[in-house]
């Protein structure tokens, strides 16, 4: 269990810096909506000929930072706004609490999809009013191992995507500051400010290379769908 536990601090890095990255220095900024969608594009560490693609925008919404966090944090609804899922159900594989708050725990999650991947998912309450939802591809072989001591999660390849959701319009600018560092200007907590960002494999290409327009309008596609989706089912 601590080297799953040690493998969500490691996804919530990664996803802080991969965050930062992108909004601090982008390669692409795109208009999505109306929504500025910051795009970067990294070296995938263990995949020489792969490019990590990164996508990241901000949102305000008229509701309540805890409402947002329930409804993105549960499996019985994530088939509302992940694309990925096609719409179909996702089943809880596992549940591990962490401490005696109940939006810290990981999730492992297996969309009912054909393909047989499943996500570990982290969410967390770094401060009051603040939280982060962060989730990684992975295998259920892969689980067992890492929980069983066979594998080294620091040895796993990961590409965390999640949500960063605050109070009114701050936005997680800070990103080498503690988790629920922010910047910006508070509307009050009946309003949230939400960061939407994926990371996505691609092969081939390099960073000295220009973005495929192909990947470019798919990326742009699956942000402007989640978005869209979160929005009705929260009725914005």
């Not at 208009?31 to 490019?51: H, R, W, Y």
């Not at 892969?142 to 990961?158: F, K, M, R, T, Y």
């Amino acid at each position: 269990m601590m080297s799953l536990i040690a493998l969500s601090q490691r996804m919530a890095n990664s996803f802080q810096e991969a965050l930062n990255l992108t909004t601090c220095r982008p390669d692409y900024t795109v208009s999505c909506d109306e929504i500025d969608l910051f795009l970067t594009k990294m070296i995938a560490p263990t995949q020489p000929n792969g490019v990590i693609i990164c996508a990241a925008g901000f949102i305000l919404l008229p509701v309540p930072p805890a409402n947002v966090f329930n409804f993105l944090s549960d499996e019985n609804r994530r088939h509302e706004w992940d694309v990925l899922t096609a719409g179909l159900p996702v089943r809880q594989i596992s549940h591990i609490p962490i401490g005696t708050d109940a939006a810290n725990r990981i999730t492992i999650l297996e969309p009912m999809t054909s393909n047989s991947q499943i996500f570990q998912q982290a969410s967390r309450n770094p401060q009051q009013g603040s939280y982060l939802i962060v989730y990684t591809p992975i295998t259920e072989q892969e689980v067992q191992n890492i929980a069983n001591g066979q594998l080294d999660h620091s040895q796993l390849p990961i590409t965390p995507s999640g949500f960063y959701i605050s109070s009114g319009s701050e936005a997680f600018n800070n990103m080498n500051a503690a988790p629920g560092t922010v910047t910006g200007t508070t509307r009050g907590h009946h309003h949230s400010h939400l960061t939407v960002a994926f990371q996505i494999l691609t092969p081939g290409g390099s960073t000295n290379e220009e973005l495929g327009m192909e990947s470019l309008a798919s990326i742009h596609d699956v942000f402007k769908e989640t978005v869209q989706n979160i929005k009705t089912a929260l009725n914005c």
